[in-house]
């Protein structure tokens, strides 16, 4: 690190400490909205008890969240970018925190499914700010670090929820789902409103007494519409909607394959049935897959550490597919398939940033993020084959192929694009 007496607009070189101050506050964000998308599932019986209103009809609410999570984040990264690192993290994460409490306190009121898809608008929307903003927060500060940071961050999200299941079904359970709703809601947006105005981005110059990274990165950045006319954007984004959507195929189907086995009430370990403990085991390999594969793509460069985690995930699905009826199998190689399929959200954040700079790393990183959205509207398709064919096999099938696709993509093409692209600019 570079002596203090180093200027910068903001006067100093960023310290350790402060980098990960800031890191901390982000994943504490995301841990705070975590269940809004992954605690979900404990109010759909409830409310479907107490209005008598279809689960079709309910859960469309939840589509609404995830479709505005996800593609508003490229209009909220780039007011981010435009406001500046010292005003626009404050104000996006504080309206996130706004919106995120405003949806769950419209729920706990909702007397229509108008109401209810109202509050789906407000959560959806918070979301997708802090989830946005936190991401970007993360490759800006740490460019030395930057599969680690972000990998870090998104865990907060996909394993944050754990900490309030249990909570949530207890308030449920003992004062209604109304009441959850409103005191989680108004608590965890609170927190967040409260975070938001320690965060900021760094300025100009401040890490230039950061270690240099190992792998090779952008010295321009590009703009969101300069990355949109570019072949590695938009390779980035195949690649992406292929690993997303061959995991949601497999991931969201979960319980239903279980049950096709035959063994999801079959008792594995410590009483606990097969689906109990694949879904446990499941959640914290999710979590823990982003930061680890996030750290090794530091070490070894993104592109192989795509074809590691990728080669292992097609070999999971098939492994799955043909041992899966085993109860021990399929906890195990359940765990092995979202092992490697989490690291999409450390990996491809970390890949963008690199490739095309920090400036408008948070529009750019939302841009590709959007692939998510996409990748959702092909998990019906596992349906579909199952129904045609009669069994999961070719389910497996198909999302192995599709993992070894993106390994052969990641090293034969992506790799020599993105090496040609960063020399040229």
Same mark, same amino acid.
């Given at each position: 690190?570079?002596?203090?007496?180093?200027?910068?607009?903001?006067?100093?070189?960023?310290?350790?400490?402060?980098?990960?101050?800031?890191?901390?506050?982000?994943?504490?964000?995301?841990?705070? $909205?975590?269940?809004?998308?992954?605690?979900?599932?404990?109010?759909?019986?409830?409310?479907?008890?107490?209005?008598?209103?279809?689960?079709?009809? #309910?859960?469309f609410a939840f589509s609404i969240f995830i479709a505005l999570e996800t593609w508003l984040t490229p209009i909220e990264g780039w007011i981010v970018d435009s406001l500046g690192p010292r005003l626009g993290p404050k104000l996006m994460i504080?309206?996130?925190?706004?919106?995120?409490?405003?949806?769950? #306190?419209?729920?706990?009121?909702?007397?229509?499914?108008?109401?209810?898809?109202?509050?789906?608008?407000?959560?959806?929307?918070?979301?997708?700010?802090?989830?946005?903003?936190?991401? @970007?927060?993360?490759?800006?500060? &740490?460019?030395? %670090?930057?599969? +680690?940071?972000? @990998?870090?961050?998104?865990?907060?999200?996909?394993? @944050?929820? !754990?900490?309030?299941?249990?909570?949530?079904?207890?308030?449920?359970?003992?004062?209604?789902?109304?009441?959850?709703?409103?005191? &989680?809601?108004?608590?965890?947006? =609170?927190?967040?409103?409260?975070?938001?105005? +320690?965060? %900021?981005?760094?300025?100009?110059?401040?890490?230039? =007494?950061?270690?240099?990274?190992?792998?090779?990165?952008?010295? %321009?950045? &590009?703009?969101?519409?300069?990355?949109?006319?570019?072949?590695?954007?938009?390779?980035?984004?195949?690649?992406?909607?292929?690993?997303?959507?061959?995991?949601?195929? !497999?991931?969201?189907?979960?319980? *239903?394959?279980?049950?096709?086995? @035959? $063994?999801?009430?079959?008792?594995?370990?410590?009483?606990?049935?097969?689906?109990? !403990?694949?879904?446990?085991?499941?959640?914290?390999?999710?979590?823990?897959? %982003?930061?680890?594969?996030?750290?090794?793509?530091?070490? $070894?460069?993104?592109?192989?550490?795509?074809?590691?985690?990728?080669?292992? =995930?097609?070999?999971?699905?098939?492994?799955?597919?043909?041992?899966?009826?085993? *109860?021990?199998?399929?906890? +195990?190689?359940? !765990?092995?398939?979202?092992?490697?399929w989490g690291e999409i959200f450390s990996l491809f954040p970390s890949t963008c940033t690199d490739t095309f700079g920090s400036k408008f790393a948070t529009v750019n990183l939302s841009l590709l993020y959007t692939a998510k959205g996409a990748?959702?509207?092909?998990? *019906?398709?596992?349906? $579909?084959?199952?129904?045609?064919?009669?069994?999961?096999?070719?389910?497996?099938?198909?999302?192995?192929?599709?993992?070894?696709?993106?390994?052969?993509?990641?090293?034969?093409? +992506?790799? *020599?694009?993105?090496?040609?692209?960063?020399?040229?600019?």
């Open positions: 690190m570079t002596s203090a007496s180093t200027m910068t607009e903001s006067g100093v070189v960023a310290t350790p400490a402060r980098r990960w101050t800031q890191l901390i506050i982000c994943i504490l964000c995301m841990v705070l $909205i975590a269940n809004l998308q992954y605690g979900w599932t404990l109010f759909v019986n409830p409310i479907a008890k107490a209005h008598g209103w279809s689960l079709t009809s #309910i859960q504080a309206f996130g925190g706004i919106m995120v409490a405003l949806g769950w #306190i419209v729920n706990s009121q909702a007397q229509s499914l108008g109401m209810l898809y109202l509050g789906a608008v407000l959560g959806g929307t918070g979301g997708g700010a802090v989830y946005a903003t936190c991401v @970007g927060q993360a490759v800006k500060w &740490f460019p030395d %670090r930057r599969g +680690l940071a972000v @990998g870090l961050t998104a865990a907060g999200y996909g394993a @944050g929820a !754990a900490l309030t299941v249990v909570p949530i079904r207890m308030v449920i359970a003992s004062s209604g789902y109304e009441a959850a709703f409103f005191w &989680f809601g108004l608590i965890q947006g =609170g927190i967040v409103f409260l975070l938001a105005w +320690l965060l %900021r981005g760094p300025d100009q110059g401040e890490l230039s =007494g950061v270690t240099s990274p190992k792998v090779v990165q952008s010295a %321009r950045s &590009f703009s969101p519409w300069e990355i949109l006319s570019t072949p590695v954007f938009w390779l980035l984004y195949l690649m992406f909607v292929m690993v997303s959507a061959s995991g949601l195929m !497999a991931t969201a189907q979960i319980a *239903p394959i279980a049950k096709d086995f @035959g $063994i999801a009430n079959t008792v594995v370990f410590w009483g606990a049935s097969t689906l109990s !403990a694949a879904l446990i085991i499941d959640s914290v390999c999710n979590g823990a897959a %982003r930061p680890l594969f996030g750290w090794v793509s530091d070490h $070894i460069g993104r592109e192989y550490t795509m074809a590691i985690a990728f080669g292992l =995930g097609g070999i999971a699905y098939w492994l799955l597919g043909a041992m899966g009826h085993a *109860p021990w199998a399929f906890v +195990l190689f359940a !765990a092995l398939i979202f092992l490697t990748s959702a509207f092909l998990v *019906p398709v596992a349906n $579909i084959i199952k129904s045609n064919t009669g069994s999961w096999h070719m389910v497996f099938v198909a999302t192995a192929i599709m993992n070894f696709i993106v390994v052969a993509l990641a090293l034969v093409v +992506l790799k *020599p694009l993105r090496t040609r692209f960063m020399t040229k600019s």
